[in-house]
């Protein structure tokens, strides 16, 4: 139901999916938190710039979130690089931006983890 949880989290989610998906998934975790509720997720951030080609490490630089094997979205294969701009101007729309900790989630490998409060209506 709408408006349920106080607090979601997603970890290595966000990170397998197209901008489109993300965007999507992001709205229907927005709809069953409460307001002022928490979106807990994990990101692939700047600790992968190594690992981008160099076209890719430009747009990451410039803001844009990176998708590699879109085509296969929702599996391992499917990777995605959240800059932080990014995060803030476009993830966290209708959310209040709290943190963002680098390397935060110390699984094998690190992820960025990004806190968000769902606004009010």
């Excluded at 709809?31 to 002022?36: A, F, H, M, T």
């Excluded at 979205?73 to 476009?90: F, I, K, Q, V």
């Amino acid at each position: 139901g709408d408006e349920r949880f106080n607090l979601v989290y997603a970890l290595s989610v966000f990170t397998h999916l197209t901008a489109d998906l993300q965007l999507a998934w992001r709205d229907e975790l927005r709809r069953v938190l409460r307001p002022g509720g928490f979106l807990l997720v994990t990101t692939h951030g700047r600790s992968y710039v190594p690992r981008l080609a160099p076209d890719e490490r430009e747009r990451f630089e410039r803001g844009e979130l990176v998708v590699r094997w879109a085509d296969v979205a929702g599996t391992n294969l499917c990777s995605a690089y959240h800059p932080e701009a990014y995060l803030r101007d476009t993830f966290a729309q209708g959310f209040e931006f709290l943190q963002l900790d680098a390397e935060g989630a110390r699984g094998n490998p690190t992820q960025d983890l990004l806190l968000l409060r769902k606004v009010s209506a």
